[in-house]
């Protein structure tokens, strides 16, 4: 149950303050929000965060830039090969190493597949915290297909370490493109399985529609990017604004909503599931054949300068600057996390609502806190 | 029966034993079944461990619940706190005593009703006394001492109170078509008819059945008592056997509620279309079966489907926000069973009166 | 509002469907394995507990650099033996240890050793490694990384007890593969 304070009413008001969390089921995380209530409607709900602070920025400057990939396998510890995909991008863009074209690919594939196992966790939590229990066990089912797939190709099914500075560690296994063909041929099909028990659903749609409402100029303002921003109707995609490895060679759409509210951005996210199927199906299709590694010294010393790098990670704009100064080392990296700066919109997007609407909108921004707290 | 000690004493012993058996045992159960279709539901199987496929672990978990530690907060109000179970319970299990499982049949020689009673005010008795169970909630949310158990506990008690009316009102249609209160005539007008009830009232038994929903706290209707909430349940501060007790109450007022839609839907004991088809039931085929079993086999068949739906709703629909929910009750349920009553009461009166 | 419209609005139809995907769920194969009696198998390049030749280790410290956490600890001397009539400097290791209880199983170790098949690996397909006591158990000297409970030899390695040549790890089956 709920970890509750003895209430104080806060002087010359009838609010009342209390805590939710940080251990509770439905805040998807070590998340603590401190809510104040006026009778059922919330008057202002303050993130309080830092329960999974891990140093990881301190880390990564002592690690080798090999070394620090694994790290940030940790952060986002649901979609890792975006945050792997982020760290390698950065430090080849310093070095100016063009990653092979095969290398590129597969790393697309790698992402798109991640954003769709991304997807599915954010589609079972939520609509378990809504109150609907079975497409919990749907959606992960169709994540330990994925994850077999990405076991089979690195080796690992949750922290991938899956790419290096210059390519990647290893090729495909023989047969991994028809097993991934495969899974994301019957895909579609899950999708609509699992839209014809929540789309249209009238509770569903009581629950969802209208909640958590955000402009699409506040959304712009508060800096909020990936779906909460697509969902208020701003079409902006980094794998379309700022192209990384060969996105400007496949054709998909960016899925936007109209009102801003938890409903549209439920639409977004089931149909960017479905646009990473087109991505991954093209580049399956294209794959080129060549080598997996560019050549990079063995011990990567990058020159020094700065640079930001970002990429389009399942929850946001995930981006990653780099100080070097030369060495094995990074100066400073710093990570600029999609989740921790969706969150800071939270109190906007709840005000006024009911407290049951907190859990929807809370499970509607998709928060890891690895990556909030890092 | 010659001696009146056995008519009136040691017959209705029996039956109580047999009843409130056979009840405990079904609700127990219930929860496994609601584990393993739940389960089944999610493309997992439930409990299969505790003994032969898990058919033992309700009676694992009754133990569990037996040896745990009771907790009692220690400015809860000790004498409210220890009754708020029993007032959710026993009224569960009374509602029981006037449900019929099938007509009279010979035993020893002897006459004997397969029911405690049969009162001629037998819908109003069950209406009646099943309202009492509110207050177990309510005295349970406010004896624990803890402000958002007591908020859950209204919240709770008042979504119970405002689905009662339009579940009296589906009633009360079957009541019309029916012709008596007492829940043996009901059936029993249910064979004259030829017909079960829940055709020609297809409208009452929809809404009964979700008003049973909602009256049980389920899914689609179980927001005071969801994990994923901010406010606790009313039962947050009870531990060992009075949370076992109000366990058994949730499960055993579903059996309530299905039995109940059961006998004024869909005919009881009586098998689908009893005159129509009474050649077929009475042919060979089903002869060998004594009527007992025969009644009470159909009446637990119809039971179940009803349970099986209860545990169908859970799986699959999201929960409804409480304004939405009470919005529901009072704007949607009870104008639509108004108005279905009316339209009851005018065919009633168009076929020629009560069948 | 149409017909049909205000009866979508009254009769639920869209929760029927709903229902009906999880009763069509009811009747699917269900995907429980019964662990422990049926123990899934992981894929070849899963990364698991670790392997340890120390007949293949040359000594040369790659894996303990290249591990990020430095979890890897290395103590040699140098010894002197006699090859072919000259007095050659052998490194002979005296440590190996590997601190499991802080490993995250990346295989940056495995990717950094230079032999071939390498000495370090961590494709024995193993994952159950959990202990009652953390300190003691989870601390793999080098005899126990060679003798762990299921350890399994570089996959097509043949061990030496069952005829594997020096010259040929593979004991003339063919390329070792990853």
Same mark, same amino acid.
Request: net charge neutral; hydrophobic share 45%; charged share 20%.
């Given at each position: 149950?709920?970890?509750?304070?003895?209430?104080?009413?806060?002087?010359?008001?009838?609010?009342?303050?209390?805590?939710?969390?940080?251990?509770?089921?439905?805040?998807?995380?070590?998340?603590?929000?401190?809510?104040?209530?006026?009778?059922?409607?919330?008057?202002?709900?303050?993130?309080?965060?830092?329960?999974?602070?891990?140093?990881?920025?301190?880390?990564?400057?002592?690690?080798?830039?090999?070394?620090?990939?694994?790290?940030?396998?940790?952060?986002?510890?649901?979609?890792?090969?975006?945050?792997?995909?982020?760290?390698?991008?950065?430090?080849?863009?310093?070095?100016?190493?063009?990653?092979?074209?095969?290398?590129?690919?597969?790393?697309?594939?790698?992402?798109?597949?991640?954003?769709?196992?991304?997807?599915?966790?954010?589609?079972?939590?939520?609509?378990?915290?809504?109150?609907?229990?079975?497409?919990?066990?749907?959606?992960?089912?169709?994540?330990?297909?994925?994850?077999?797939?990405?076991?089979?190709?690195?080796?690992?099914?949750?922290?991938?370490?899956?790419?290096?500075?210059?390519?990647?560690?290893?090729?495909?296994?023989?047969?991994?493109?028809?097993?991934?063909?495969?899974?994301?041929?019957?895909?579609?099909?899950?999708?609509?399985?699992?839209?014809?028990?929540?789309?249209?659903?009238?509770?569903?749609?009581?629950?969802?529609?209208?909640?958590?409402?955000?402009?699409?100029?506040?959304?712009?303002?508060?800096?909020?990017?990936?779906?909460?921003?697509?969902?208020?109707?701003?079409?902006?995609?980094?794998?379309?604004?700022?192209?990384?490895?060969?996105?400007?060679?496949?054709?998909?759409?960016?899925?936007?909503?109209?009102?801003?509210?938890?409903?549209?951005?439920?639409?977004?996210?089931?149909?960017?599931?479905?646009?990473?199927?087109?991505?991954?199906?093209?580049?399956?299709?294209?794959?080129?054949?060549?080598?997996?590694?560019?050549?990079?010294?063995?011990?990567?010393?990058?020159?020094?300068?700065?640079?930001?790098?970002?990429?389009?990670?399942?929850?946001?704009?995930?981006?990653?600057?780099?100080?070097?100064?030369?060495?094995?080392?990074?100066?400073?990296?710093?990570?600029?996390?999609?989740?921790?700066?969706?969150?800071?919109?939270?109190?906007?997007?709840?005000?006024?609502?009911?407290?049951?609407?907190?859990?929807?909108?809370?499970?509607?921004?998709?928060?890891?806190?690895?990556?909030?707290?890092? | 029966?010659?001696?009146?000690?056995?008519?009136?004493?040691?017959?209705?012993?029996?039956?109580?034993?047999?009843?409130?058996?056979?009840?405990?045992?079904?609700?127990?159960?219930?929860?496994?079944?609601?584990?393993?279709?739940?389960?089944?539901?999610?493309?997992?199987?439930?409990?299969?461990?505790?003994?032969?496929?898990?058919?033992?672990?309700?009676?694992?978990?009754?133990?569990?619940?037996?040896?745990?530690?009771?907790?009692?907060?220690?400015?809860?109000?000790?004498?409210?706190?220890?009754?708020?179970?029993?007032?959710?319970?026993?009224?569960?299990?009374?509602?029981?005593?006037?449900?019929?499982?099938?007509?009279? /049949?010979?035993?020893?020689?002897?006459?004997?009703?397969?029911?405690?009673?049969?009162?001629?005010?037998?819908?109003?008795?069950?209406?009646?006394?099943?309202?009492?169970?509110?207050?177990?909630?309510?005295?349970?949310?406010?004896?624990?001492?803890?402000?958002?158990?007591?908020?859950?506990?209204?919240?709770?008690?008042?979504?119970?109170?405002?689905?009662?009316?339009?579940?009296?009102?589906?009633?009360?249609?079957?009541?019309?078509?029916?012709?008596?209160?007492?829940?043996?005539?009901?059936?029993?007008?249910?064979?004259?008819?030829?017909?079960?009830?829940?055709?020609?009232?297809?409208?009452?038994?929809?809404?009964?059945?979700?008003?049973?929903?909602?009256?049980?706290?389920?899914?689609?209707?179980?927001?005071?008592?969801?994990?994923?909430?901010?406010?606790?349940?009313?039962?947050?501060?009870?531990?060992?056997?009075?949370?076992?007790?109000?366990?058994?109450?949730?499960?055993?007022?579903?059996?309530?509620?299905?039995?109940?839609?059961?006998?004024?839907?869909?005919?009881?004991?009586?098998?689908?279309?009893?005159?129509?088809?009474?050649? /077929?039931?009475?042919?060979?085929?089903?002869?060998?079966?004594?009527?007992?079993?025969?009644?009470?086999?159909?009446?637990?068949?119809?039971?179940?489907?009803?349970?099986?739906?209860?545990?169908? /709703?859970?799986?699959?629909?999201?929960?409804?926000?409480?304004?939405?929910?009470?919005?529901?009750?009072?704007?949607? /349920?009870?104008?639509?069973?108004?108005?279905?009553?009316?339209?009851?009461?005018?065919?009633?009166?168009?076929?020629?009166?009560?069948? | 509002?149409?017909?049909?419209?205000?009866?979508?609005? !009254? !009769?639920?139809?869209?929760?029927?469907?709903?229902?009906?995907?999880?009763?069509?769920?009811?009747?699917?194969?269900?995907?429980?394995?019964?662990?422990?009696?049926?123990?899934?198998?992981?894929?070849?390049?899963?990364?698991?507990?670790?392997?340890?030749?120390?007949?293949?280790?040359?000594?040369?410290?790659?894996?303990?650099?290249?591990?990020?956490?430095?979890?890897?600890?290395?103590?040699?001397?140098?010894?002197?033996?006699?090859?072919?009539?000259?007095?050659?400097?052998?490194?002979?290791?005296?440590?190996?240890?590997?601190?499991?209880?802080?490993?995250?199983?990346?295989?940056?170790?495995?990717?950094?050793?230079?032999?071939?098949?390498?000495?370090?690996?961590?494709?024995?397909?193993?994952?159950?490694?959990?202990?009652?006591?953390?300190?003691?158990?989870?601390?793999?000297?080098?005899?126990?990384?060679?003798?762990?409970?299921?350890?399994?030899?570089?996959?097509?390695?043949?061990?030496?007890?069952?005829?594997?040549?020096?010259?040929?790890?593979?004991?003339?089956?063919?390329?070792?593969?990853?």
């Amino acid at each position: 149950m709920t970890n509750l304070e003895p209430t104080k009413p806060l002087p010359d008001s009838e609010e009342m303050e209390i805590s939710f969390g940080p251990q509770h089921p439905a805040t998807h995380g070590v998340l603590r929000v401190m809510v104040k209530l006026d009778g059922e409607r919330i008057v202002d709900a303050r993130p309080v965060i830092g329960y999974l602070h891990r140093g990881t920025e301190k880390i990564f400057e002592r690690e080798t830039y090999n070394g620090a990939i694994p790290h940030t396998d940790r952060m986002d510890y649901t979609a890792a090969a975006t945050n792997n995909q982020g760290l390698v991008g950065a430090v080849e863009r310093i070095m100016g190493v063009t990653v092979p074209p095969r290398a590129a690919y597969i790393r697309m594939i790698l992402a798109e597949l991640q954003r769709i196992a991304s997807h599915t966790i954010w589609l079972g939590t939520h609509a378990l915290d809504i109150g609907a229990q079975s497409p919990f066990f749907y959606t992960f089912q169709e994540r330990e297909k994925i994850l077999d797939l990405y076991e089979e190709y690195c080796g690992a099914r949750l922290t991938l370490n899956a790419m290096r500075v210059g390519g990647l560690p290893y090729d495909l296994t023989d047969g991994w493109t028809g097993r991934c063909r495969a899974f994301v041929d019957q895909f579609p099909a899950r999708i609509a399985e699992w839209e014809r028990l929540l789309t249209a659903n009238r509770i569903w749609k009581l629950r969802t529609v209208g909640v958590g409402v955000i402009s699409a100029e506040s959304a712009i303002e508060w800096g909020l990017t990936g779906p909460p921003l697509r969902g208020s109707g701003v079409k902006w995609d980094i794998r379309k604004v700022f192209p990384y490895d060969h996105y400007n060679e496949v054709e998909f759409e960016i899925p936007i909503g109209t009102s801003g509210d938890t409903y549209d951005r439920y639409l977004v996210r089931m149909e960017e599931m479905r646009q990473s199927v087109r991505i991954v199906q093209q580049c399956l299709a294209k794959l080129p054949d060549g080598p997996v590694m560019a050549k990079v010294p063995k011990v990567i010393k990058p020159p020094k300068g700065e640079v930001y790098f970002s990429v389009e990670g399942p929850k946001g704009e995930l981006g990653y600057y780099v100080v070097s100064d030369g060495g094995a080392s990074p100066y400073r990296l710093h990570v600029r996390p999609s989740c921790f700066i969706n969150l800071q919109a939270l109190p906007e997007m709840v005000r006024g609502q009911l407290v049951a609407d907190l859990i929807a909108v809370i499970g509607t921004l998709d928060i890891v806190l690895g990556e909030i707290d890092r | 029966m010659a001696n009146p000690w056995v008519a009136y004493l040691l017959v209705p012993l029996v039956k109580i034993a047999v009843i409130l058996g056979v009840v405990i045992m079904l609700a127990a159960y219930l929860s496994f079944f609601e584990r393993k279709i739940l389960a089944y539901m999610q493309i997992r199987i439930g409990p299969n461990r505790v003994g032969p496929r898990g058919w033992l672990q309700p009676i694992a978990d009754a133990l569990k619940l037996f040896v745990k530690e009771d907790i009692v907060p220690s400015r809860a109000e000790k004498l409210v706190y220890l009754l708020g179970p029993v007032l959710v319970t026993a009224p569960a299990l009374v509602v029981f005593s006037v449900i019929p499982f099938g007509t009279s /049949f010979t035993l020893f020689g002897a006459e004997v009703t397969p029911y405690l009673a049969d009162v001629n005010i037998g819908i109003l008795f069950i209406l009646g006394v099943s309202s009492v169970g509110v207050y177990g909630v309510i005295l349970g949310g406010w004896a624990s001492n803890n402000k958002f158990s007591l908020m859950g506990g209204l919240r709770s008690a008042a979504q119970l109170v405002s689905y009662e009316v339009p579940m009296g009102l589906s009633v009360v249609t079957v009541l019309l078509m029916a012709n008596s209160l007492s829940l043996v005539k009901i059936v029993e007008a249910q064979k004259a008819a030829g017909i079960w009830y829940a055709v020609p009232g297809f409208v009452a038994f929809f809404i009964y059945f979700v008003c049973g929903v909602a009256e049980t706290n389920r899914n689609p209707f179980d927001l005071p008592e969801a994990e994923s909430e901010l406010v606790a349940g009313f039962h947050t501060e009870y531990s060992g056997m009075k949370f076992a007790f109000y366990f058994l109450a949730e499960y055993a007022n579903m059996v309530v509620i299905s039995s109940i839609a059961t006998v004024l839907f869909l005919g009881g004991w009586l098998p689908i279309f009893p005159n129509w088809l009474a050649g /077929f039931w009475a042919s060979p085929a089903f002869a060998w079966i004594p009527p007992v079993l025969w009644n009470a086999g159909w009446f637990l068949v119809k039971t179940f489907a009803f349970l099986f739906v209860y545990i169908w /709703f859970r799986g699959t629909f999201p929960r409804y926000r409480f304004d939405q929910l009470m919005a529901l009750g009072w704007k949607v /349920f009870i104008p639509v069973s108004l108005v279905n009553l009316m339209a009851v009461g005018l065919g009633v009166l168009l076929v020629g009166g009560p069948r | 509002m149409s017909f049909w419209g205000f009866l979508a609005s !009254v !009769v639920p139809f869209e929760l029927a469907q709903g229902l009906g995907v999880t009763g069509r769920f009811f009747f699917k194969r269900k995907a429980t394995i019964q662990y422990p009696e049926v123990k899934p198998v992981p894929k070849d390049r899963f990364r698991g507990m670790f392997g340890f030749s120390e007949e293949r280790c040359i000594v040369c410290h790659s894996c303990a650099k290249a591990c990020p956490i430095a979890i890897i600890h290395i103590q040699d001397h140098f010894e002197e033996v006699e090859v072919e009539g000259k007095k050659r400097k052998k490194k002979v290791l005296d440590r190996y240890d590997i601190d499991v209880k802080r490993c995250m199983f990346c295989g940056l170790c495995e990717e950094a050793c230079p032999t071939k098949p390498v000495a370090i690996w961590l494709t024995t397909k193993s994952y159950e490694t959990a202990a009652y006591e953390r300190n003691e158990r989870l601390y793999f000297t080098k005899e126990r990384l060679q003798s762990w409970d299921g350890v399994r030899p570089y996959p097509g390695v043949v061990p030496p007890s069952q005829g594997q040549l020096p010259e040929d790890p593979t004991g003339g089956s063919g390329e070792a593969k990853p």
